[in-house]
């Protein structure tokens, strides 16, 4: 006869200390990634609105280059993630992605992650090594 345990706090799965990585660790095709880091500037690409059944439905995006001490990268801000990444602001990104747009790396928190402003951290941003202007190209092996 086999007894139920009930989980103890410590071994339940899915909580586990984040780890931080630096931007200069970020490749193609990777996700799960938790950054802090500083907004350099914002720049609003797309902002629509749509009526959906009485209610206007706004659509913005905005383009971020945000960085720490080893590199940038563009972030792709959308909708209320827009408001929080101001030039000057340190956020922390939970559960970012890396998204390839026309061959180059972009960073993108979806509905899973999330976008926490902190207190400012005392680093410079590196910003003469932008990994956003690195061009990738999709390779295909021919498995012989």
């Known amino acids: 006869?086999?007894?139920?345990?009930?989980?103890?706090?410590?071994?339940?799965s899915g909580l586990r200390k984040p780890v931080f990585v630096k931007v200069e660790q970020l490749k193609p095709g990777t996700n799960g990634h938790t950054l802090i880091v500083k907004v350099v500037s914002s720049n609003t690409v797309?902002?629509?609105?749509?009526?959906?059944?009485?209610?206007?439905?706004?659509?913005?995006?905005?383009?971020?280059?945000?960085g720490d001490e080893t590199g940038t990268i563009l972030f792709t801000a959308r909708n209320d993630q827009v408001?929080?990444?101001?030039?000057?602001?340190?956020?922390?990104?939970?559960?970012?992605?890396?998204?390839?747009?026309?061959?180059?790396?972009?960073?993108?928190?979806?509905?899973?992650?999330?976008?926490?402003?902190?207190?400012?951290?005392?680093?410079?941003?590196?910003?003469?090594?932008?990994?956003?202007?690195v061009e990738y190209e999709l390779v295909n092996v021919a498995e012989e």
Do not use: Y
């Not at 007894?3 to 339940?12: G, I, L, N, Y």
């Open 46 to 66: 797309l902002q629509k609105g749509r009526s959906v059944s009485q209610h206007l439905r706004q659509t913005r995006i905005a383009e971020c280059l945000i």
């Open 83 to 133: 408001d929080q990444v101001k030039p000057g602001t340190t956020i922390i990104l939970r559960n970012a992605k890396i998204d390839m747009f026309k061959g180059s790396m972009r960073l993108a928190v979806d509905k899973w992650g999330r976008i926490e402003v902190v207190e400012p951290e005392n680093f410079v941003v590196k910003e003469d090594n932008n990994l956003s202007l």
């Open 1 to 12: 006869m086999a007894t139920e345990k009930s989980p103890t706090p410590a071994s339940r």
